[in-house]
């Protein structure tokens, strides 16, 4: 079966430095792969997109790497603020299926 | 633009008893997808629904769970009984056009 693996490890981060956050998958070839932030308490919310034919995506101070070969997705947050701390959620997809990993907690410290 | 609405924020009841969840998607979006979250977990796709039509609800425990999404726009989540198990958060999202997903806040459900 189609399976998603996120850090389950908290990821702890001194302000200012690059937060890195790892996403692999197996058993899937996702058209397209999502990263979503989730606060506590609250739902999911959609940063980036990035599909099988893109190598990379950036949107601000995130970028996203995808990799269909090692079937792996990097998610990167430059100069880190205590104001990024959240769960972070992989979830590639198909159509209009997402699956969703169990997310990685970021913790930026100042 | 209003996002996606969820009610009742919390709930809690005892075992046996029956429950309704009740999501209104933003407006447009065609799309509709109940999502069940466990504590450390991700969300897991109970039932997608395009327009008033049920495309996917290979993941639902149709023995309690049952879902409904009438006139295509709002959707009730319904458990009954409802079972210790069951406690989790329940969340709702919509999309349209496009392939990303609007989550409301959730609904967090307690049952004793």
């Known amino acids: 079966s189609q399976k998603i693996e996120q850090n389950s490890e908290a990821l702890n981060i001194q302000e200012g430095k690059t937060a890195t956050l790892t996403c692999n998958y197996t058993n899937y070839s996702p058209a397209y792969l999502q990263w979503y932030r989730q606060d506590p308490g609250r739902g999911p919310v959609f940063l980036l997109l990035?599909?099988?034919?893109?190598k990379e995506k950036r949107k601000e101070r995130l970028k996203v790497t995808f990799d269909t070969t090692l079937k792996q997705s990097l998610f990167h947050i430059t100069a880190s603020q205590p104001a990024d701390s959240a769960t972070y959620l992989c979830?590639?997809?198909?159509?209009?299926?997402?699956?969703f990993g169990t997310g990685t907690r970021l913790q930026v410290f100042p | 633009e209003a996002g996606v609405v969820q009610s009742p924020r919390y709930k809690i009841i005892e075992k046996k008893q029956p429950v309704a969840f009740w999501c209104n998607p933003i407006s447009g979006h065609n799309t509709l997808y109940w999502y069940l979250q466990n504590l450390g977990q991700g969300p897991e796709l109970l039932i997608r629904y395009e327009n008033e039509e049920a495309v996917d609800d290979s993941q639902l425990p149709k023995d309690r769970f049952s879902a409904e999404r009438l006139k295509g726009v709002d959707s009730t989540l319904k458990i009954q009984p409802a079972e210790l198990g069951d406690s989790a958060v329940y969340l709702c999202a919509s999309s349209g056009a496009t392939d990303t997903q609007y989550f409301g806040p959730g609904t967090r459900l307690t049952v004793l």
């Open positions: 979830a590639p997809g198909d159509t209009d299926k997402l699956i």
């Open positions: 990035i599909r099988e034919n893109e």
